[in-house]
T-cell receptor, first 116, second 110 residues
Framework: NAGVTQTPKFQVLKTGQSMTLQCAQDMNHNSMYWYRQDPGMGLRLIYYSASEGTTDKGEVPNGYNVSRLNKREFSLRLESAAPSQTSVYFC???????????????FGAGSRLTVL | GQSLEQPSEVTAVEGAIVQINCTYQTSGFYGLSWYQQHDGGAPTFLSYNALDGLEETGRFSSFLSRSDSYGYLLLQELQMKDSASYFCAVRDNAGNMLTFGGGTRLMVKP
């Protein structure tokens, strides 16, 4: 029972470099999410995918792109990393929106990204 | 959009009861959720209220009043392991986005 798996766990980038965070879930969930969490703060939604084949912007989408590769996988890409994107990134999944299970998010362990 | 307010920090002693409040503003309402996050860990789901009233899960209970746009998480018989951050969250009117509050850091002292 892996749940939600994110890679990498840690990454250090230089300003301007690109990278992709990978996320996969094995719970057959329809919806997937990418959040960022800055020190001492709550979770802010970057992008989400309500179902396979759809993606939508969250609160803080600038500087990011996403791909819902299939039902299991949802990746987050930083095309040109900036120091302001230093954060901990969490991927999550849930049942489809509109169902009570949509409020039960299962999170991955997080990816700690530092941009120098 | 959605906005949620909760206290930034709460301190309590082991064995006591603590209540963490959450007020929200949202254009549509699909339920109030609570999550726990230990330092360095991932958030984990605790409870969910879609309707007014109290939901109990062991030592934890969650309350919702939709008319007051208010809810709280009640932790009883506090244990040291309950020291963590607690987040309330609401879902948007399309039922797709879950927005989190800033979190309440609970410190349990012996």
């Amino acid at each position: 029972n892996a749940g939600v798996t994110q890679t990498p766990k840690f990454q250090v980038l230089k300003t301007g470099q690109s990278m992709t965070l990978q996320c996969a879930q094995d719970m057959n969930h329809n919806s997937m999410y990418w959040y960022r969490q800055d020190p001492g703060m709550g979770l802010r939604l970057i992008y989400y995918s309500a179902s396979e084949g759809t993606t939508d912007k969250g609160e803080v989408p600038n500087g990011y792109n996403v791909s819902r590769l299939n039902k299991r996988e949802f990746s987050l890409r930083l095309e040109s990393a900036a120091p302001s994107q230093t954060s901990v990134y969490f991927c999550a999944s849930s049942e489809r929106g509109g169902s009570s299970g949509a409020n039960v998010l299962t999170f991955g362990a997080g990816s700690r990204l530092t941009v120098l | 959009g959605q906005s949620l307010e909760q206290p930034s920090e709460v301190t309590a002693v082991e064995g006591a009861i603590v209540q963490i409040n959450c007020t929200y503003q949202t254009s549509g309402f699909y339920g109030l959720s609570w999550y726990q996050q230990h330092d360095g860990g991932a958030p984990t789901f605790l409870s969910y209220n879609a309707l007014d009233g109290l939901e109990e899960t062991g030592r934890f209970s969650s309350f919702l009043s939709r008319s007051d746009s208010y809810g709280y998480l009640l932790l009883q018989e506090l244990q040291m392991k309950d020291s963590a951050s607690y987040f309330c969250a609401v879902r948007d009117n399309a039922g797709n986005m879950l927005t989190f509050g800033g979190g309440t850091r609970l410190m349990v002292k012996p």
